[in-house]
RNA sequence: GGAGAGGUGGCCGAGCGGUCUAAGGCGGUCGCCUGCUAAGCGACUAUGUGGGCUUAAACCCGCAUCGUGGGUUCAAAUCCCACCCUCUCCGCCA
């Protein structure tokens, strides 16, 4: 959530953030009239209230003088008739004025480049050489599914089509995967584990983003009203929700892993081969809660953090800085981490690494004090994938196949394989 | 699912129509006192929001907030209704 007063006093900046975003800037004025209207009611309001007040405390006087007080009731009667129609004006405009805030993007950082799309992102480095094969390689389904290991004919029974089934060493390989990544992240870099529950309360995802704008894209159980999360980000980013740390308690590191669960309702057809895409998936997260100044500093460690996954895993990918034009919707500036499919011959996407200022922090109220007397302020949150599971299934299945069909597993993962140098 | 208890400031906890500008305590901040520390003494100590002043902060004037939303009343933490949540016991269950 943006500002309202950052709205109101510099509405060309936010106009432009909009028109860069590829969003209507009208936004700003429609806003701005609403705002306008909200604020002369309540003062008007205000001032009726206060009249009401003064009124009261003299009834109470004269009551307790054994005098008639008649009169005077009467007349706070009058300003109540009217104190009600402003407020009930008042409730609608302030519904709709926070509906509206709540559509605004974030505004994004002086340094993301400006740009319509995907086109206009900007690689901004890359980590890892194209491995040679001197063999035809096969894509991730087919040697999952040659090995045993994947199994998506049984997993479209079960669920459909975009859910996965692993099996025996599969399963184990995710399940290595995500405690090695678990463990490289609490050891090296200071992140406390957390795992937090799948199923949250709307306001939980109107927290971090995910509602009311992208209602569509979750799963909702209606019986209980609760969401299941897209990624871990939700639930953990709301931990402090409602909550004013003291300076002492940031900044604050968690890393936990959660399956995701995504409807990809606006995807249908894309990307459906494989684990290229799903509708459930496992990931691990990182979570930050920083003081303002501290934040871009922070939200280049988070990428390091998240990119020392991939070089321990020996994958080759690189790191695009996004674009306003494709930037997330609560983000202010944002790397991906894109790992080299050698098979597909194409990057996948394993990290989204953001910097989301206060725009989290507005809606989740996670406030800090920067000592006992100072008055409360917005932390900064950012997150980042610490990865995704599939893409990175699938990047070690295409890269680190061999011509007799078996893949090697990553030498860092054997200890989770109990030794074990490749499958079967 | 059934029965009961309860939701009050950073925390504990009193209040059950106007004196709530929320008692008291704990914690915190500042000061005093004191060889040092501890103890003691004193003052201060919620948030949001509209407006004024200001470069800004501070400050000043309002309004709102005692789980949430309605209602009664000139006046609600206090009375009424609905809902949500937490805890305890029972039942069921991984």
New binding site residues.
């Given amino acids: 959530m943006l500002d309202?007063k950052l709205i109101r006093t510099q509405p060309d900046k936010v106009r432009l953030a909009l028109k860069n975003r590829e969003y209507k800037p009208s936004q700003v004025d429609e806003f701005l009239a609403q705002d306008e209207t909200w604020?002369r009611t309540?003062?008007e309001s205000?001032?009726l209230?206060?009249e009401?007040?003064t009124?009261?405390?003299e009834?109470?006087r004269l009551?307790k003088g054994g005098q008639n007080s008649e009169a005077k009731?009467e007349e706070?009667?009058k300003i109540?008739d009217r104190i009600k129609a402003l407020d009930a004006n008042l409730?609608v405009l302030e519904e709709k004025l926070n509906q509206l805030l709540l559509y605004f993007p974030n505004i994004p950082h002086e340094t993301v480049p400006i740009g319509l799309d995907a086109s206009g992102n900007h690689v901004v480095s890359s980590w890892g050489e194209e491995k040679k094969f001197s063999f035809p390689l096969k894509p991730h389904w087919e040697i999952g599914e040659k090995l045993g290991i994947l199994d998506f004919a049984r997993a479209a029974k079960l669920s459909g089509s975009m859910f996965s089934l692993y099996m025996g060493l599969g399963a184990k390989l995710q399940r290595g995967l995500i405690q090695f990544m678990l463990d490289f992240h609490v050891k090296n870099h200071g992140y406390t584990e957390v795992y937090p529950p799948y199923l949250v309360r709307p306001e939980i995802m109107v927290g971090t983003g995910q509602l009311p704008k992208f209602k569509e894209e979750m799963y909702h159980c209606d019986a209980d009203d609760l969401y299941l999360i897209p990624t871990a980000e939700v639930p953990v980013t709301n931990l402090h929700r409602d909550e004013?740390l003291s300076i002492q308690d940031l900044p604050k590191y968690y890393v936990a892993y959660s399956a995701c669960f995504r409807r990809e309702a606006g995807a249908a057809g894309a990307d459906t081969r494989g684990l290229q895409r799903l509708h459930q998936f496992d990931k691990v997260e990182l979570v930050k809660t920083v003081i303002p100044e501290s934040s871009y500093e922070e939200h280049e460690k988070l990428l390091k953090n998240a990119e020392a996954i991939l070089q321990s895993l020996e994958l080759r990918y690189r790191v695009l800085l996004l674009c306003t034009g494709d930037m997330g919707f609560s983000a202010a500036k944002c790397y991906d981490l894109e790992v080299w499919c050698q098979a597909s011959q194409k990057w996948a996407e394993v990290s989204s690494c953001s910097n989301f200022e206060d725009f989290q922090a507005r809606r989740a109220n996670i406030r800090f004090r920067r000592d006992?007397?100072s008055?409360?302020e917005f932390a900064h949150t950012l997150n980042a994938s610490g990865l995704a599971l599939p893409r990175i299934m699938m990047a070690i299945l295409e890269n680190y196949q061999q011509p007799d069909g078996s893949v090697t597993i990553p030498e860092i993962l054997r200890p989770y394989m109990d030794g074990r140098k490749q499958i079967p």
Avoid: H, L, Y
């Fill in positions: 309202p604020r309540i003062s205000d001032q209230k206060q009401r007040n009124a009261s405390e009834i109470g009551k009731q706070v009667r109540n409730k004013i006992p007397k008055k409360p």
